[in-house]
């Protein structure tokens, strides 16, 4: 008895509803993990978990936690600011700013009466104002201009020779002379001729000619017009006046500045503009300092900068930002009971077989009827290139088709009758010819839908077997052989393994397996790796074989045949399957 029928008759093979149930539970675990990863929860969990391992989270969140107000941009402009509005003179001028004297002082400022002020004293103070008062103040009357031709008029008007002159000038005897001149001959009257040569002896013609000759009458006559006029007698006047200064418009206006000078408003407009305090006040006003202190003050008043302030000082920032909320979400996803199954079932090791394995072919007939998508009915390629299904030589069955196909609760029957039928038989020698049949039953592949060259393909199978018919789930390529058989019964056996065509002839090698409870569902399963194969039997090993590279691409065959006359008792015969599955490696597992 070989390993395996010990174990199987001693129970220590698992059953198929062990093997149906882990793998239920297996696709369970994988489908769910699949919907799982579908969860917009599971997408956010993701979204947050790389967002809080990124370098850029890392930087925020260090940057914001060892955030201090002490040393910070915002401490320094508060500091420069109250240092600014303590120094002595800022404090200084922000009180003369607003104190009454720097009020009373601009109003003098803008006032008239400063603006006369200031316009008298440009005048006042010039070289030429001074001189001319200097000027003013040295003159004298006594040895002025007008003094001497004062002098020089009054000495002539008393002169005698002036006088005798003019006392001529009215005479007969001048007025006889003038008339003898004007004629130029001499009196012809004897009287008159006595009179006008006493004249010229006389010491009045001689004072005439001299006082002529000397032009006395000349400079007395431009004297008396000069001293009599109006601009000689101001002139005069004024320079006999000891206070004639006073009498100048240069004195109105000196006395104008001197009134103004002592002026309460002019006097502490000048003493307030030379004060210690309006210095101040007008360094301070045009300062950098002062325009540094108003764009700090308005710096600091901005609702920004106060939140910005209020943030540094607040020790409880972090837990108060956009990313610890998301660290909170992401904390609360971690605990959520849809993240916790996701990482339980993502860890679990049964789930790794995913990892290597995929499902290629899958058909649990769970829908009425057989999938025609999925599988052929009869030989193939029987109807693809002879136009109908046939039977082989040695087979006593015709192929019916759909006709012997059962479908119901899950279970598929291929089903062999006892049955006059009319089909095709090949022959050797003629190939196909019609031929009458006793038997009906019917045969399914999947070669125009489904081929394998490795990976693992089973069925969960109920045979039921007969030395008359065999039922088979075999591989096959497109043609007659290789075969592998991954069941093929025979009478109260099961065997496995392959049919290699060696010079022409098909040659068996198969591992036969007897003591099965054949009225129970086993698994029939082959694990083809490279050029190994494995076949078990719910999933004990039951043989091994090697393979060289012409078994390749193959596809699945179920089918029932009749080889010899069949008892009735074995009739109708049913070949069950519950499910077919394929799996292929991983892209990078082959």
Not at 264 to 290: A, C, M, T, W
Not at 374 to 384: L, Q, T
Not at 407 to 414: A, E, R
Request: aromatic residues 12%; proline residues 2%.
């Amino acid at each position: 008895m070989s390993g395996f029928s010990l174990k199987y008759k001693l129970g220590l093979i698992p059953g198929t509803a062990k093997i149906d149930a882990k793998w239920n539970k297996l696709l369970g675990m994988r489908d769910e993990l699949q919907e799982l990863e579908q969860s917009d929860e599971l997408a956010r969990y993701r979204e947050l978990d790389a967002e809080l391992k990124s370098a850029e989270f890392r930087a925020r969140k260090k940057e914001l936690t060892q955030l201090k107000f002490e040393g910070s941009h915002e401490q320094k402009i508060l500091s420069e600011l109250e240092h600014l509005s303590r120094s002595k003179s800022m404090k200084q001028y922000f009180k003369t700013l607003s104190s009454e004297k720097l009020a009373r002082f601009k109003k003098i400022e803008k006032g008239d009466k400063l603006a006369r002020f200031s316009e008298l004293e440009k005048i006042v103070t010039t070289p030429e104002f001074t001189k001319r008062r200097k000027d003013v103040e040295k003159l004298h009357y006594n040895n002025s201009p007008e003094a001497s031709k004062r002098k020089e008029f009054e000495a002539l008007k008393n002169d005698k020779r002036l006088k005798s002159y003019y006392n001529t000038l009215a005479s007969d005897s001048y007025r006889l002379y003038m008339k003898a001149e004007e004629s130029g001959e001499k009196p012809s009257d004897p009287n008159e001729i006595k009179r006008y040569e006493k004249f010229l002896a006389s010491g009045e013609y001689s004072n005439l000619k001299t006082v002529e000759k000397q032009n006395l009458t000349q400079r007395y006559e431009e004297l008396r017009g000069e001293v009599q006029s109006d601009e000689f007698l101001e002139r005069e006047k004024f320079l006999k006046n000891s206070k004639r200064y006073q009498t100048t418009d240069d004195y109105r206006l000196l006395a104008e500045y001197e009134k103004l000078s002592k002026d309460p408003e002019i006097k502490f407009y000048h003493k307030f503009s030379k004060s210690g305090e309006y210095l101040n006040y007008q360094r301070v006003h045009d300062s950098k300092e002062l325009e540094r202190l108003n764009e700090l003050e308005d710096l600091v008043k901005d609702e920004g900068f106060r939140e910005r302030v209020a943030f540094l000082k607040d020790k409880k920032r972090y837990e108060k930002s956009e990313d610890f909320k998301l660290e909170q979400e992401l904390a609360k996803l971690k605990n959520s009971e849809l993240i916790k199954k996701y990482f339980a079932l993502h860890k679990a090791r049964e789930l790794n077989f995913f990892d290597k394995w995929q499902v290629a072919f899958d058909d649990e007939f769970t829908r009425d009827g057989v999938n025609f998508e999925r599988w052929n009915s009869g030989i193939y390629p029987g109807k693809e290139v002879f136009g109908n299904n046939y039977s082989q030589a040695d087979e006593l069955q015709c192929l019916n088709g759909e006709e012997n196909l059962q479908v119901h609760g899950g279970i598929l029957s291929i089903v062999t009758r006892k049955e006059e039928s009319k089909g095709m038989r090949w022959n050797p020698q003629y190939g196909l010819i019609p031929a009458e049949f006793q038997y009906t039953s019917s045969m399914l592949n999947t070669g125009n839908s489904f081929r394998i060259k490795q990976g693992i393909i089973e069925a969960k199978i109920r045979v039921n077997p007969c030395a008359e018919i065999v039922s088979a789930f075999s591989l096959k390529g497109d043609g007659a052989f290789p075969q592998i058989d991954i069941l093929r019964s025979g009478k109260n056996e099961v065997s496995m393994g392959v049919i290699r065509e060696i010079k022409g002839e098909p040659v068996w090698q198969h591992q036969t397996i007897t003591g099965l409870n054949f009225k129970k569902f086993h698994v029939y399963r082959l694990e083809w790796d490279g050029q190994t194969l494995t076949w078990k039997i719910n999933n004990a090993v039951v043989h091994q074989s090697k393979v060289d590279s012409s078994f390749d691409n193959m596809f699945l065959n179920l089918l029932s045949s009749v080889h010899e006359e069949v008892h009735h008792q074995n009739l109708p015969h049913y070949f069950e399957v519950d499910w077919v599955r394929c799996l292929v490696p991983q892209a990078g597992n082959n």
